[in-house]
């Protein structure tokens, strides 16, 4: 029985997920959530995911949402050093992925709506959410780039889901806004992934095909 994922291609979360399988050679079938026409909120999606959010992954009985949690999953079933390659480094991703659905990625996450509401409904962005957005995106990118002043990755010296998980917000951040391009060794880093692990680059293209495609049908 195949492992399925269900997404729609323009999602940082589903890039998530798809680009840690392919790295970790992890065979999945893909299933097309257009979120634009609300498929995720249908019944028959809803009983994957009570939320009405992608990516979900099926695999036999066991349905995970949340892409750090379909990650983990990935990453135990593979055996992939992903996860880390010492327990100390485990726990190390494990708090970087933590710190990133808190303090970075959710700011992100509100920069993207209010693009998109002004983009896609022609609602006028509210300020105060844009405001808070910038003010902890920076104050997080802060922490990161001194983080990798003298590193090429989050954790140790390799690619991990520390990394993936940190990166997301790049899906999407020449759309909204968001401030990365102040901070050099972010920026770098992020360079960094997109020379050195391909999937990551497909994956790039595949949302930028997707999002692309979205705006272009808006006329």
């Known amino acids: 029985m195949s492992i399925k994922l269900y997404g729609d291609p323009g999602s940082g979360s589903l ?20 979120l634009f026409k609300g498929e995720s909120h249908t019944p028959e999606f809803l009983k994957l995911n009570p939320h009405g959010l992608t990516p979900v992954l099926q695999d036999g009985n066991a349905v995970i949402w949340e892409a750090s949690a ?19 480094q485990k726990f ?3 708090q970087w992925m933590f710190w990133s659905g808190e303090q970075w990625r959710v ?9 998109a509401g002004k983009t896609l409904m022609g609602k006028p962005p ?7 957005a ?27 889901l520390a990394d993936i998980d940190i990166a997301a917000p790049f899906s ?5 806004g968001a401030p990365f391009d102040e901070f050099p060794n972010l ?15 497909a994956t790039r293209d595949e949302v930028e095909t997707r999002m692309g495609g979205v705006v272009d049908a808006l006329g």
Request: hydrophobic share 50%; charged share 20%.
């Open 134 to 160: 910038m003010s902890n995106i920076r104050n997080a990118a802060k922490v990161l780039d001194a983080h990798l002043a003298t590193r090429k990755f989050i954790v140790g010296e390799d690619l991990t």
């Open 15 to 34: 890039r998530r997920v798809t680009a840690a399988a392919a790295i970790m050679g992890v065979d999945i079938e893909r299933i097309n959530v257009d």
């Open 70 to 88: 379909i990650n983990l999953y990935l990453a135990e079933k593979a055996n992939s050093n992903l996860l880390g390659r010492t327990s100390a």
């Open 92 to 94: 190390e991703v494990l």
């Open 107 to 115: 700011f992100s996450t509100f920069l993207f709506n209010e693009w």
């Open 172 to 176: 999407q951040y020449q759309r909204t």
């Open 187 to 201: 920026m770098a880093w992020q360079q960094r992934l997109l020379d050195t692990v391909p999937a990551w680059a």
């Open 126 to 132: 509210t300020d105060a959410v844009v405001e808070l």
